[in-house]
T-cell receptor, first 111, second 113 residues
Framework: DGGITQSPKYLFRKEGQNVTLSCEQNLNHDAMYWYRQDPGQGLRLIYYSQIVNDFQKGDIAEGYSVSREKKESFPLTVTSAQKNPTAFYLC??????????FGEGSRLTVL | GDSVTQMEGPVTLSEEAFLTINCTYT??????LFWYVQYPGEGLQLLLKATKADDKGSNKGFEATYRKETTSFHLEKGSVQVSDSAVYFC????????????FGKGTTLSVSS
């Protein structure tokens, strides 16, 4: 089946550790996105990529990094520089502007 | 800057009641407008969209009309069901290359039988 796969679904991290969230899509979409969701704050854009080997910072990129070496993959690394990383992270892809297909999300908890 | 404002929730309704969730926007250009829905524990799904003024988007009994004069895109449904309980997000995107969706904060809808 075509879609977006995020892993892991749940992740626990100790303070000071980097963690990487995986996002894979087999929809042949050019654009991919990472959003962070916090209660009462909606979705905030972390990074997005319109094409392989290129990506742009969103509104809250500090403390995060990404790569886009393959069209299908857009991993997000949450670094130790991110002050408040506990959140629900959503990956999405799109072929046409605004019509996003989302994964089921990854919930990161810092212990 | 460009932004989306939604009515705060939660919205609590009985089954078969009429639903309205208000959404207004601020944009420098002429955006396309969207409603997304998030069911518990899941990612978001596109519910409906409108790309220009006076367009009406509709899906699964939900409707929203793009009103340029009031910069609004209110979501409506004539008769809600328990299965409509979810979080609803209004969003916009500018019709320019290289831009990304801007979301509102979401409105939680709870429907009881």
């Amino acid at each position: 089946d075509g879609g977006i796969t995020q892993s892991p679904k749940y992740l626990f991290r100790k303070e000071g550790q980097n963690v990487t969230l995986s996002c894979e899509q087999n929809l042949n979409h050019d654009a991919m996105y990472w959003y962070r969701q916090d209660p009462g704050q909606g979705l905030r854009l972390i990074y997005y990529s319109q094409i392989v080997n290129d990506f742009q910072k969103g509104d809250i990129a500090e403390g995060y990094s990404v790569s886009r070496e393959k069209k299908e993959s857009f991993p997000l690394t949450v670094t130790s520089a991110q002050k408040n990383p506990t959140a629900f992270y959503l990956c999405a892809s799109s072929m046409s502007a605004g019509e996003l297909f989302f994964g089921e999300g990854s919930r990161l908890t810092v212990l | 800057g460009d932004s989306v404002t939604q009515m705060e929730g939660p919205v609590t309704l009985s089954e078969e009641a009429f639903l309205t969730i208000n959404c207004t926007y601020t944009a420098t250009g002429y955006p396309s407008l969207f409603w997304y829905v998030q069911y518990p524990g899941e990612g978001l799904q596109l519910l409906l969209k409108a790309t220009k003024a006076d367009d009406k988007g509709s899906n699964k009994g939900f409707e929203a009309t793009y009103r340029k004069e009031t910069t609004s895109f209110h979501l409506e449904k004539g008769s809600v069901q328990v299965s409509d309980s979810a979080v609803y997000f209004c969003a916009l995107i500018l019709n320019q290359a290289g831009t990304a969706l801007i979301f509102g904060k979401g409105t939680t809808l709870s429907v009881s039988s």
